[in-house]
């Protein structure tokens, strides 16, 4: 998933919040930029699915 990122190929996401407890650090987007906070979600949408949270949006890289 962050080799996609890397090269640019994502231009929208969605991901599911869940009231689930993992162990250890957990990395959702891994790859080069994954750290530096270069990607969000442009105009983000909220939606209650069941008991998780659905987010959705236009992948953007942040400028400068």
């Not at 993992?22 to 105009?43: D, H, M, R, Y």
């Amino acid at each position: 998933l962050g080799e996609a990122f890397d090269r640019n190929l994502v231009d929208r996401a969605v991901f599911y919040l869940a009231p689930v407890l993992t162990g250890g650090p957990v990395v959702a987007v891994g790859g080069i930029g994954a750290s530096s906070n270069e990607w969000c979600l442009e105009k983000p949408c909220y939606r209650v699915t069941g008991g998780d949270l659905r987010i959705e949006g236009a992948v953007v890289r942040r400028k400068g």
